[in-house]
């Protein structure tokens, strides 16, 4: 059984936030878009990020950071895509799970600040995603990729990308709670809705269809869930079923044991969206399990 904090105190702090308001509506996402994209919005770390050093690049235009372990040398790299629904901006718990894989893997993790909705799109976005994690590669050995959310979207796109570019196989892509399909057709969605306190299909649609820009909605750059499985690295999936993201992630399962990939899959009962990021113990275990797993996967690489 899931957590009091998990069970009670999460979704009870989503619905008494409304966290669900600008996904509720078409015309209540167009207004968080515009709203957003009307002032730049913050997202530099927090002052303290334990067990780091964080260093701040621009490459061509973007803002990128690199979170550096202060316990030794590198053992190799990880790239961070944060969520937000494409529309809003890094979040202190995204920087605290870059830091703490940073200092307990010794990994040099890079966190590029990408841009958001409407001023960025999937294909700007995901080629220079993979150039960051073959430049990460190039300099601090493998690379690994992770992203939650709009993020696992980005993330599994990089990857997909980076095997078809570049015959790169990224050494594993950890996505918590992705978006996959951006067209939200499934439709067991809809049986899912009434429980998720914190995402919306209509809002969702028009974030999705605003990240694609003049792709379609079904390219594998868009909706990765849509590209051809065969030959990706190790994926670990993290999904709650109390989120409307939650059938896709059923889907990428199937698709993935199919073409033969060696998938990590984990599905919180009662969990809400992209729930090893709250304060629960089910957060802490899914954390652990991160690190426990890409600790295994630098040890078998020798690192």
Same mark, same amino acid.
């Given at each position: ?58 490459? +061509? ?58 001023f960025g799109t999937a294909a700007q976005v995901i080629p220079r995603f993979a150039e ?18 709009a993020g696992g979207q980005i993330a599994l796109s990089t990857a997909l990308r980076l +095997? ?7 050494? +594993? ?131």
């Open positions: 059984m899931p957590s009091v904090m998990s069970r009670v105190v999460v979704p009870a702090y989503l619905r008494i936030t409304r966290a669900n308001r600008n996904y509720v509506s078409a015309e209540a996402a167009r207004e968080h878009v515009r709203r957003l994209s009307a002032a730049p919005l913050h997202y530099a770390p927090p002052r303290r990020l334990r067990g780091v050093v964080v260093s701040k690049s621009e490459d +061509r235009g973007w803002p990128v950071y690199t979170l550096t372990p202060v316990s030794g040398p590198s053992r190799g790299g990880l790239v961070y895509a944060h969520g937000g629904g494409w529309v809003g901006e890094i979040a202190p718990q995204h920087w605290h799970l870059a830091a703490r894989l940073a200092a307990q893997l010794r990994l040099t993790v890079t966190v590029p600040i990408y841009p958001l909705i409407p960051i994690v073959t430049d990460s590669h190039a300099r601090y050995g493998p690379t690994f990729v992770a992203g939650d959310s +095997r078809d570019t570049a015959g790169t196989t990224v050494p +594993r892509t950890v996505l918590i709670s992705p978006a996959l399909d951006l067209t939200l057709e499934n439709p067991l969605i809809a049986e899912v809705l009434p429980r998720d306190p914190w995402l919306g299909r209509e809002g969702g649609l028009v974030f999705g269809e605003m990240w694609s820009g003049d792709l379609p909605m079904k390219d594998p750059i868009v909706s990765p869930l849509f590209g051809d499985f065969t030959g990706l690295g190790p994926l670990t999936v993290f999904t709650g079923t109390e989120d409307i993201l939650n059938p896709d992630a059923h889907l990428l399962l199937g698709k993935a044991r199919a073409a033969g990939v060696d998938i990590d899959f984990h599905e919180g009962h009662g969990l809400v969206h992209v729930y090893p990021l709250t304060p629960s113990r089910e957060g802490q275990q899914a954390r652990r399990h991160i690190v426990e797993t890409l600790r295994a996967d630098l040890s078998r690489a020798g690192g």
